[in-house]
Each structure stands twice: as C-alpha cells, then as structure tokens.
C-alpha cells in the first residue's frame, strides 16, 4: 500500500507533552518524545529491565552500610575500591557480580562506646566509614575512616594481579585522621592526593563547625599542615566542601595550584545566605613567616554564578553547588568545569548545570578584589593599592629571585590576603546562563560526570545526571550552526529498586561503565544500550545517542573508525529521511492500514493488539481537515485491551485513528491506522430497503445492551475492509430467512457492483457533489487504494 500524502516533518503540536511526530516516506509512524522524559514515564528504563539487558548489576545491601561510602576506580589497574561502613572491597570493575574480596577495618571498641555515650547513632554513626581513598603509589592505596566520629587514615597495599596479588592494611602506618577525613559519615567534603601530599577540604571537629581546606602527608621532611585561616568572616564560613583539583596555570611548574569548590554561608548586612566559590591555593605555598604560620597565604575565593535572567530583569539564582566535574581537554591547563547548583528556596525546587571554562576564572583571579567596609560590612570593589607581588600569585625564582618561597612574601601581602581573599567580580557561565535545568520536578540533580563522545558529525559532550530519587538522566547538549544549543533527555535510568538518593558516580570511559552508588548498592550500566532503540534506521537515527548508529542490520554501539559508509547517524538533527530513505524498514511492514465503518448511535470497536507486554497504547485521532489529537477516554470512548470500544458513534467520532505502541524506551511505533467512517441511520435504512421494500425491525428498549454487546463481538470478530461486507453482514443477519431462502445474497452483491460502476463514473465526470447521492460512494476507499 502506498500512501505518499505525508510531509516529511510534521510536529503534534496539541499533544500534551511535547510529542514529536515523524512521518516516513513509507507509511510508517514514528513517534519521539523529546526532553519530556522526566515528564512521563514511557521512556523510564526501569531497574529491572537494567538487569535484563545485562546492563547492570548490584551488589551488596543496605546491612553493609553503603549510606556513607567513597568509591576508588583505576581504569589503568583495572580495579575499583569502595569503603563502606567498617569494610574496603575490592573488585573487578569489568564484571561486579565476580566475587571480591574485603578488609575488615572496624573502629576501635573504646571509640564506639564513647560515640555510642554521646548519642549517636550505632549502626549510622558509631562505626569506622571509609571515605578517603587515593592511589598513592604503584603499590598502596591511602585510605581514612571516620572511626566513629575519630578519623584514622592507614595505607592499603594492593598489588599484583587481582586474586594472587596483596590486599591489605598495614597495621602498622594507622595514624590520625584530623584534618584528613571529617568526623561525620554524611557530611560532605573532598579530598585529593597528589604529588604524595592530600589536599581535605572538611570540618576538622566533633561538632562539624571548623571547615577548613588543608593539605597533609607529603614526603618527609615537609609533612607538615597547612590551613585556612580561622576567620569566618573574611575566609570560609561554615562551608560545604564539594571537590578539589590540582590544575596547572602556566608551563612554570611554580604556578601549579590547587582549584576547591564549596559553598558557604554568606551575611552580607543581616541576610543570611548561601553561595557557592571556586578557590584556589599555590601548590607550592608553606605559610607565611612572621603572620599566617602553617596557613594558606595564597588562598583567593570567588563567587560561582549559575542563574537564568528573568524577562524583568530578576535572575533565578541556583546558589547551592551540589557536584563538580572536570572534562578534560587536550590542553590539561584547561578542563572544562561542569558544576550542578540546586536552588536555595524551599517554595521553588529546581537544579541546574552550568558549565565553566578556566580561562574565565583565573581571569576573575587576575581581576580586582573586593573590600569589606561600611557599617554593615559589605563587600565592594577594592581600589586602593595592591602589594607587590600580586596577592594570590605563587613564589617563584623565575618571577623575582628574592621570593622563593611563601615565607620571602613581604607582610603586606599577607596582610592584604588576610583581609582580601574574596574577588569582586563573580565567574558566569560559560553560555550566560544553564546548559540544563530541571525545575518544578519532583527531585533534585545531586551528581554529575561527562563523557566525550565522537560521533560521525562530530564531537558531543554527553552528561549523565545522578537524582536524590535514584535515577540517572543521560543528556546531551547539541550546538546547531546557529550557535543555538539544544538539550536532549536521551535516556533517564531508574538505576535502583527503590527511589534513593544517588551517593557516588563514577565513570570509565575505557570500559563505557557507570557506577552508580546509593545506600543500597552499586549497580554498573553501561553508558550505551543502543539496541534498545528499536531495530530499524530511523528509529537509531531518531534516538539521537551519539554512542549508537545503525550498521544496515540494527541500532549498535558507534565506533568512529570502523567502515564509515555503512553507518547511520545524525545526532545534530535526528532527521531518518536524510540517513533511512534507502533503507528497507523492517517495522515498515509492521503498519497495518484498514478501513472501519460505524453506524451512527451504534458502537464501533477498533482492534489493536501491542506485540510487547511493556508497550502502552495510545490513540491519535485527525479528524478531516484539523490536526492530530489524543483521543480522550471517558464513559463513551472506553480504552480495552484489545482495543478501543466508542459506544452511540458521533459523526465527530468519524477520522483518522492511529494506535501507537510506547515501548519502555522513549519509541514509539505506529501500529494500524484506521479509518473510521460513519454510516448514518438515515444511509443505512435506505441501503436496507434497496433490496428489500420492508422496514427494519424496530430496536426493543430493554435488548439495547444487549444488541451493543452484539455489535462490539461482530465487529471485534470480523474486521470488515468495505462497506458492502459490512453491510452484507448486517443485512443477512437481519433477514437471515429471506437472503438465504430467496437468493436475494447474490442479487444484492450484483447490485452493489453495478453501483459501484456507476459511481466511479461518476465521480470522474461530476466530481465530490454526487458522493451523498448513494451511500456507497461516500464510504468508498480513496482512489488509488487498494483492499
Ligand atoms: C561475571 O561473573 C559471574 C560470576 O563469576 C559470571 O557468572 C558472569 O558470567 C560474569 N559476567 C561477565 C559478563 O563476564
Ligand atoms: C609506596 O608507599 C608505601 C607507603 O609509604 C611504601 O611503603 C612503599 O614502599 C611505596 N612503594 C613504592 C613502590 O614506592
Ligand atoms: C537556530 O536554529 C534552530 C533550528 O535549526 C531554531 O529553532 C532556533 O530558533 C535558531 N536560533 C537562533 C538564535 O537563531
Ligand atoms: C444500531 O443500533 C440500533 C439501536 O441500538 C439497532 O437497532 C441497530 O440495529 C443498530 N444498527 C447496526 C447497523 O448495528
Ligand atoms: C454531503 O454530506 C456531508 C456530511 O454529511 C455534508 O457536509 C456535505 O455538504 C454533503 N454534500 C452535498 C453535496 O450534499
């Protein structure tokens, strides 16, 4: 059958959620949802179905304690570690199910029943959780616990292969964890090693009130701490601290630093609020001399904005940093910062990412300062003078001989950065405002990683989007030739059973794995499940996913460097008609095309049976001459399963029916589509007494339901393709008598044929206006169509 009247692109537009509907050449449906994945639940890849697909596995349970845990992956090693409540595991991160192996780590008993006395909770709090963990050399592993609210940091050695190899603590290196590893299971910090020195920003007390960013161990003789100030009001206030990353400035090695990222309470007159910094520290600074001994004397903050502009000039500010990622380029000066802010009101929820480059923060750094003065203290631009050298710049030979280290600074350098270390300007995003923001949702984004992904048009940075209710959004953010971006839910996982905060988030790019951690386990996906996309071109095509392209048999994972001509893909504009138009669909045959005719006040059935368990129906009316619609169910149009049941047809029930399948991923298939045309009560009495001068039989009150129920079995049981079957059937069970004892079948079914000659000729020589003259003309199929 060939129905070519369908344009290329045509858009829903009254669907409700944003439905974009793509007509083929062939006569097939396709229908995407776009970047409406978080609004329904049709493209919800469900936990299970995770399972199924051989995607992920979990592992371990809430009993092990993974409420607080720190996730360690070595993709060059080929080994992932996770501290948990008392334990460290050790697995293989290309299979999770294979059995692991475990040091036991407890607190000491004394350091239990001492929590325990302060009123803290046994299972959640009085225990030893691991959350420091860090390669430290080709053969240890430096790990801290919280030692039930005691921290205590040891090396691991862990070597060799993965059964035969070492795996232990060595007792003998269990040291203090103050300063290393915060007090508290949940509150957040970070740490990172590098060069053997750990950089922690946490709180460095009982209470969780001292925040501070330090940096410990090193290589003797220099393992000595260094720290912030203690001075809320000027350097860090009851900080948040979120991540850490050592990033080189210049080719001077002297210039390495330290780049953390907190947010922190702010007074600025008496409001109270919280905004988010990115900071920094020389990696090479030891203190000052005389002021600022064993602190930071290079340590400049910044505020961090992420905001949409509002049409009357009122920003939507999200100011509460929740994640921080750095994708890497070929340049490693100048990663590309990915951050995640939620907002701080409590009446409108909403998250937002917003995405950073380096060059625009050190030039905040190099900018003016600011300058805390009036009576209400307020931060303003700083114009006076500025020491020598430059506040926040690293010693260095190579700058001025006589500074080589940080306790060379003159004091009025350290006493500018005492009293200066905020910048006036803030950093903004990259593109003025969020890459992505999910507001006025149920949930909030707690976690965020990226991934690079080369595609045949190009290059795409896809975001995978941890939740509080244990779901990952799979994202991809694509820049138009306008400079336009434009961004796609490609996939949202429910990664977990039941709805739990995302803990941990963890990529390996070299085995295309996620790791997802909450208090009940840790599941791996792989970053593509291409073949869920459906089996056909257009619909790999669709689907958008850098990660997949169809290779002429099915929707599989896109490797750049394998036969290019053979591979279907258009991320940048999704269009099947630009990649598909030479391909042969196999869901192509799958659409069935019928025509249906209904009595007026009768009741018509329309039968549509999905082929998968998981597919939802749904039902798209176009009435002549208006758009496409979502049929509305209620008393009289009665979704089935078998299909839809439209009890005293309307003449505005008359259209083009189409049922679409909704498959658990966000696909959607064309089934049939049906035309149901109306038979008026006044057509069909005049049809019945052609061969007959006798009046039908008149409907008895009481048998109504009961003729209904008649009528949905006669329909449900014998599709009728034309009218004359139709009404063949209904005549000879009428007269059931009479079309059999007298012959009138044959002579009715004659009539019909010479009608319908007459018709077409008809219909060529005078056009549409004779079409009410007979019934059959109105009801006949288009030109062209074929039964
Ligand atoms: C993972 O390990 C389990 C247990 O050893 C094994 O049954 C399974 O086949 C492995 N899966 C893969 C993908 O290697
Ligand atoms: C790694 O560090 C540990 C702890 O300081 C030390 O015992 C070990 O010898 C080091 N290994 C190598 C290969 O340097
Ligand atoms: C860029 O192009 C897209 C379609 O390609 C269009 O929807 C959008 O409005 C354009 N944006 C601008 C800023 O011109
Ligand atoms: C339509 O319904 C009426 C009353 O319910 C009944 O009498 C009549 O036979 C039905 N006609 C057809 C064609 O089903
Ligand atoms: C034919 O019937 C339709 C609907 O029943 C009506 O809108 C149209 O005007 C009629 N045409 C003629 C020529 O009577």
Known sequence: ?????????????????????????????????????????????????????????????????????????????????????????????????????????????????????????????CANFVRVLHNYNRTHVYACGTGAFNPICAFIEVSGHREGGAFHLMANTVESGRLKCPFDPIQPFTSVLTDHFLYTGASSDFLGKDAAFTRSLGPPPDQNYIRTDVSEDYWINEARFISAHPIADTYNPDDDKMYFFFREVSWEGNDKSILSRVARVCKNDVGGLRS?????????????????????????????LQDVFLLQTKDDKNPVVYAIFTTSSSIFRGSAVCVYSMADIRAVFNGPYAHKEGPDHRWVEYDGRIPYPRPGTC???????????????????????????????????????????????????THIVVDRVLADDGQYEVMFLGTDVGTVLKVVSITQENWSTEEVVLEELQVFETPTPVLSLEISSKQQQLFVGSSVGLVQVSLSRCHLYGQACAECCLARDPYCAWDGHMCS?????????????????????????????????????????????????????????????????????????????????????????????????????TCVAQEHTHFAHALLRLTLQLVTQGQLERKAKLPSEEPPAEPQQGAESRQRYKDYLRVMSAPFSSLQEYCDSLWLEKKPSRARGRGLGMGKWKHIQ?????????????????????????LAPPAGQTF
């Open 292 to 320: 600022l001994t064993n602190k930071w004397t290079t340590f400049l903050k910044a505020r961090l904005v992420c905001s949409i502009p509002g049409p009357d000039g009122v920003d939507t500010h999200f100011d509460e």
């Open 395 to 445: 010693p260095s030979k190579t700058y001025d001989p006589r500074i080589k280290t940080t306790k060379d600074f003159p004091d009025d350098v350290i006493s500018f950065i005492r009293f200066h270390p905020l910048m006036h300007r803030p950093v903004l995003p990259l593109t003025g405002r969020p890459v992505f923001t999910r507001v006025r949702v149920d949930y909030t984004l």
């Open 1 to 125: 059958m060939k129905n070519p009247q369908l344009s290329p692109h045509v858009m829903f537009s009254n669907i409700s959620t944003k439905v974009k509907v793509f007509f083929h050449t062939s006569p097939l449906l396709y229908l995407i949802t776009i970047n409406t994945c978080v609004l329904t639940s049709v493209c919800l890849a469900v936990w299970t179905d995770l399972l199924q697909t051989g995607s992920a596995s979990i592992l371990l349970g809430s009993s092990d304690g993974l409420h607080s845990h720190s996730l360690l992956l070595d993709e060059e090693r080929g080994r992932l570690l996770l501290g948990a409540r008392d334990h460290i595991f050790l697995f293989d991160p290309d299979n999770l199910s294979q059995t692991f192996r475990k040091i036991h780590w407890p607190a000491s008993k004394d350091r239990v029943e001492t929590c325990k006395l302060t009123g803290k909770n046994a299972m959640l709090e």
């Open 754 to 778: 010479e009608m319908k000659k007459s018709r077409n000729r008809r219909h060529q020589s005078h056009g549409r206006h004779l079409d009410n003259e007979t019934l059959t003309s109105s």
């Open 557 to 657: 994972r896109y490797v750049p460097a394998s036969k290019r001509r053979a591979r279907r893909q258009d991320i940048k504009h999704g269009d099947p008609a630009m990649q598909c138009w030479d391909t042969e669909d196999s869901t192509a045959q799958q659409l069935q095309e019928r025509i249906l005719f209904g009595v007026q006040s009768n009741t018509s059935f329309l039968e549509c049976l999905p082929k998968s368990q998981q597919a939802q129906i749904r039902w798209y009316l176009q009435r002549p001459g208006s758009e496409h619609q979502e049929v509305v169910m209620d008393d009289r149009v009665v979704r089935t399963e078998r299909g839809l049941l439209i009890r005293s047809l309307h003449p505005s029930d008359a259209g083009v029916y």
